[in-house]
């Protein structure tokens, strides 16, 4: 890995990027954490201001700020009132990123976790990385998903909102 001047995208282990970066505007990265009171992970903050929301090997579309939801905001209107407590569990998890076999990514806030990424298959929460920096390095040398190693090739553009 290469040095970096502060507040630079450390690049991901195995990422590079194909074609032009199309960076997130700040101010949608503050709209985003004044309207949710909820701060982005710097990782992904870094990769959003650096080279903007995208797919990581056609396999993995990360959301653009504005995209970023609650479980609960994803599947609460399908949601009948007796299927609470299927969703209590996973309900504040913060959704940035859609597989293309239909799975969710998101990080989990709690005390000793500030940025846990969980993978939501339905409504079981499989864990994936300690923090967000840690999974965006795992994804192109670690089977997160059952398919192997994701290709390391991100294409920058707004795939999900």
Do not use: C, K
């Not at 970023?68 to 007796?82: A, D, K, M, N, Q």
């Not at 806030?109 to 339905?122: F, N, T």
Request: proline share 9%; no cysteine.
């Amino acid at each position: 890995m290469t040095r970096q001047e502060p507040g630079a995208l450390r690049v991901p282990v195995g990422w590079r990027l194909r074609g032009r970066p199309q960076p997130v505007e700040a101010r949608e990265v503050r709209a985003y954490e004044r309207t949710t009171g909820t701060v982005l992970p710097e990782a992904l903050r870094r990769l959003y201001l650096d080279w903007g929301a995208g797919s990581l090997g056609g396999f993995l579309d990360l959301a653009s700020p504005r995209a970023i939801v609650t479980h609960r905001e994803l599947v609460g209107p399908l949601l009948e009132p007796e299927d609470e407590p299927l969703i209590a569990p996973t309900a504040e998890v913060r959704v940035f990123g859609r597989t293309v076999n239909g799975d969710l990514v998101g990080w989990a806030e709690g005390v000793d976790e500030l940025d846990r990424v969980v993978r939501l298959a339905g409504f079981d929460q499989l864990p994936l990385e300690p923090t967000t920096a840690a999974f965006l390095d795992a994804l192109t040398h670690a089977d997160l998903f059952g398919v192997g190693p994701l290709d390391g090739g991100y294409r920058a553009g707004r795939p999900a909102g």
